[in-house]
């Protein structure tokens, strides 16, 4: 079965650059699944350059799909 796989970064990189709380890609992640996405897929930056840890640990709570999870491979991440 095709499966949908939707990435938020870039929904973050734009609240990045504007400087503020919006785009919030949180709200984009639940309106991702509730149009199908059977995964939702950020990646974590070293720097946290666009997809912030607030930003994980929202995802992590109030999605109800699966979460894809991309990181560098650094004590930090996955310890």
């Not at 938020?8 to 991702?32: C, F, K, M, S």
């Amino acid at each position: 079965m095709v499966e949908l796989g939707v990435n938020i970064d870039h929904v973050a990189t734009l609240r990045q650059a504007r400087g503020g709380i919006e785009p919030e890609p949180i709200q984009a992640a639940a309106i991702a699944e509730q149009n199908g996405a059977d995964q939702i897929t950020v990646h974590l930056r070293e720097d946290r350059r666009h997809i912030q840890l607030r930003d994980l640990k929202l995802l992590r709570s109030t999605i109800q799909t699966r979460l894809n999870l991309e990181m560098a491979a650094i004590t930090e991440m996955v310890a």
